[in-house]
T-cell receptor, first 113, second 111 residues
């Protein structure tokens, strides 16, 4: 399968723990995006990368959140000191350039207990 | 980016055409209309996009009114697998970096 891959698919963690998610975009896609989706809502933009450069961060991305794309390929999203409000689906998408369709992964569902 | 308005939910009989409306009355001249859908427990999937002219691909047709203030996504022969939330999104041309999803239209295909 050559689509966007996210790992893990599901994560349950205790409040206060740190979690890290991984996204592998489609090969040679320069742009990589992270979104968060809570129940009943559409996805909300968190941040995006052009190759290894993080070009925009949403206000939703508090200082407990950090995203990296060290070699311009895969990306990680880390949440430190998780809170119950962080429970959501975290979606990754990639695209070859701006203003082209974005391809989404199946997401990582985080539950903070 | 222009705001969009969609009905919360719609039903359509299997085999019939599903017509999903979207209002985007504040759209600017350089903004495109994109449609994505999200099947339960999956990530969103691109369907189609257009600027001024009507567009058709293997999945759907997009009809944009002449004043570009509204559009309709048409699934010509709906199947049960088309049951999903459909999002209408307006994006600027070159340089726009992110998708702004609303709450979309929950389309249910009835057997």
């Amino acid at each position: 399968d050559t689509g966007v891959s996210q790992d893990p698919r599901h994560k349950i963690t205790k409040r206060g723990q740190n979690v890290t998610f991984r996204c592998d975009p489609i090969s040679e896609h320069n742009r990589l995006y992270w979104y968060r989706q809570t129940l009943g809502q559409g996805p909300e933009f968190l941040t995006y990368f052009q190759n290894e450069a993080q070009l925009e961060k949403s206000r939703l991305l508090s200082d407990r959140f950090s995203a990296e794309r060290p070699k311009g390929s895969f990306s990680t999203l880390e949440i430190q000191r998780t809170e119950q409000g962080d429970s959501a689906m975290y979606l990754c998408a990639s695209s070859p350039t701006a203003n082209t369709e974005a391809f989404f992964g199946q997401g990582t569902r985080l539950t903070v207990v | 980016d222009a705001k969009t308005t969609q009905p919360t939910s719609m039903d359509c009989a299997e085999g019939r055409a599903a017509n999903l409306p979207c209002n985007h009355s504040t759209i600017s001249g350089n903004e495109y209309v994109y449609w994505y859908r999200q099947i339960h427990s999956q990530g969103p999937q691109y369907i189609i996009h257009g600027l001024k002219n009507n567009e058709t691909n293997e999945m759907a047709s997009l009809i944009i009114t002449e004043d570009r203030k509204s559009s309709t996504l048409i699934l010509p022969h709906a199947t049960l697998r088309d049951t999903a939330v459909y999002y209408c999104i307006v994006l600027k041309g070159l340089g726009n970096e992110k998708l702004t999803f609303g709450t979309g239209t929950r389309l249910t295909i009835i057997p």
